[in-house]
């Protein structure tokens, strides 16, 4: 049985394409790599299937980006074998080699973004969320080893046209997971 991955989001509703945190969202100079599910900042994030954790680091930090907030991701893969990446977590409660069982909690809703730091030279994109502080799961699906750390590869976002071949639009996944839930 699946989990659906924040049980109080604010809705289930997956963002639709080409909308804000919608997959391979083109944001100009970048696409976004996954969905933001958004949710009330420390709200609970637990694992979609059973698997095991494979890579836990930071995702977002103001010593990469000035306006970004200190983030952490997690990446399990399924038994099924997908791999799941949660990012923008607040927190990691679980460690890399941890056997997670579907529904089990592995951290908390971030806030990626330092409102006070974001001014004329961020990108256009994040300008327009300034003080609106969205706290979201940041989800992205890979068919095989995730992208964790590449050249094009920064915050959830891929600095190239041509979408990697391992990563999967999470869409179709996320809303099988609603006729579970």
Request: net charge positive; proline share 4%; glycine share 8%.
């Amino acid at each position: 049985m699946k989990s659906w991955p924040v049980k109080n989001s604010y809705s289930k509703n997956i963002p639709e394409q080409g909308s804000a945190g919608s997959f391979w969202e083109d944001r100009r100079d970048r696409h976004h790599c996954g969905v933001d599910i958004y949710a009330k900042k420390g709200s609970e994030v637990v694992s979609i299937e059973d698997g095991i954790v494979v890579a836990v680091g930071i995702s977002t930090s103001d010593e990469i980006l000035p306006y970004w907030n200190k983030t952490f991701y997690i990446v399990i893969k399924n038994n099924s074998g997908f791999y799941c990446k949660y990012a923008e977590l607040d927190d990691v409660i679980v460690k890399k080699g941890s056997l997670i069982k579907s529904g089990q909690l592995i951290g908390h809703v971030g806030l990626v973004l330092n409102s006070d730091k974001i001014n004329e030279k961020s990108p256009e994109y994040i300008q327009k969320l300034k003080n609106k502080n969205p706290s979201m799961l940041h989800f992205e699906l890979y068919s095989e080893k995730p992208i964790i750390t590449h050249k094009n590869y920064l915050g959830g976002n891929w600095f190239n046209f041509n979408k990697p071949d391992n990563l999967l639009d999470p869409t179709a996944y996320l809303q099988s997971i609603k006729k579970h839930d």
